[in-house]
């Protein structure tokens, strides 16, 4: 079984564009969550998704948006990049929505802003 | 709210030697509790979780963490560790009933393993 894919894998933006980063759940997982990591502030969640509705929200900007389609890929999109918004970002997919079930991890997507 | 505290930052120990990476966690109402693993330039992968039942959890490659309600803590140790060991270490929780997936995790733990 195919784990959870991200693409691209590195992204390098100026301040001032948007970007969109995407995430194929594995086959089945319906729910799709999104999370930051930087060596400052560590891994921060961002959105989940599940069945195309976004169930839980973080402490992030408007900025920061994403969505589901209904075969469970998500997009996350960043307008108006900030040099604060270079970081990893890593999706997790699970089978539903509940807390117990475990989330697969995707291997992120770099992203540098200059 | 929850939080997660992740005692040691960086953590070295020769190889073969025992460790114990620990974590301390803070909530109102009851959590479940995990523990990841992050190797350069991957991902996040689990490595085992509390949901209820026995406080002692075993998972994979040999690690195992205590359950700890009253100390609310939720230690990670391996008896004897490998050079492969060598990654960071991500102590977290949700919470219980939730509708959804949203993971706290603590700051990480760089274990370094020397031969």
């Known amino acids: 079984k195919a784990g959870v894919t991200q693409t691209p894998r590195y992204l390098i933006k100026t301040r001032g564009q948007q970007v969109t980063l995407s995430c194929s759940p594995i086959?089945?997982?319906?729910?799709v969550s999104w999370y930051q990591q930087t060596p400052g502030q560590g891994l921060q969640f961002l959105f989940e998704?599940?069945?195309?509705?976004?169930?839980n929200k973080g402490n992030f900007p408007g900025r920061f948006s994403g969505r589901q389609f209904s075969n469970s890929r998500s997009e996350m999109n960043v307008s108006t990049l900030e040099l604060g918004d270079s970081a990893l970002y890593l999706c997790?997919?699970?089978?539903?929505?509940?807390?117990?079930?475990?989330?697969?991890f995707g291997p992120g997507t770099r992203l540098t802003v200059l | 709210a929850q939080s997660v505290t992740q005692l040691d930052s960086q953590v070295p120990v020769f190889e073969e030697a025992p460790v114990e990476l620990r974590c301390n966690y803070s909530?109102?109402?009851?959590?479940?509790l995990f523990w990841y693993v992050q190797y350069p330039n991957q991902g996040l992968q689990l490595l085992l979780k509390?949901?209820?039942?026995?406080?002692l959890v075993k998972g994979i490659n040999g690690f195992e963490a205590e359950f700890n309600k009253s100390q609310t803590s939720f230690h990670l140790r391996k008896p004897s560790v490998h050079i492969s060991d060598t990654a960071e270490y991500f102590c977290?929780?949700?919470?219980?009933?939730?509708?959804?997936?949203?993971?706290?995790f603590g700051q990480g733990t760089e274990l370094s393993v020397k031969p």
């Open positions: 997790a997919s699970s089978l539903s929505d509940t807390s117990y079930n475990e989330q697969f």
């Open positions: 086959s089945g997982h319906r729910s």
């Open positions: 998704y599940f069945s195309e509705t976004q169930r």
């Open positions: 909530s109102s109402v009851s959590v479940y």
């Open positions: 509390y949901l209820s039942g026995s406080t």
């Open positions: 977290a929780v949700t919470r219980i009933y939730n509708q959804g997936g949203k993971l706290i």
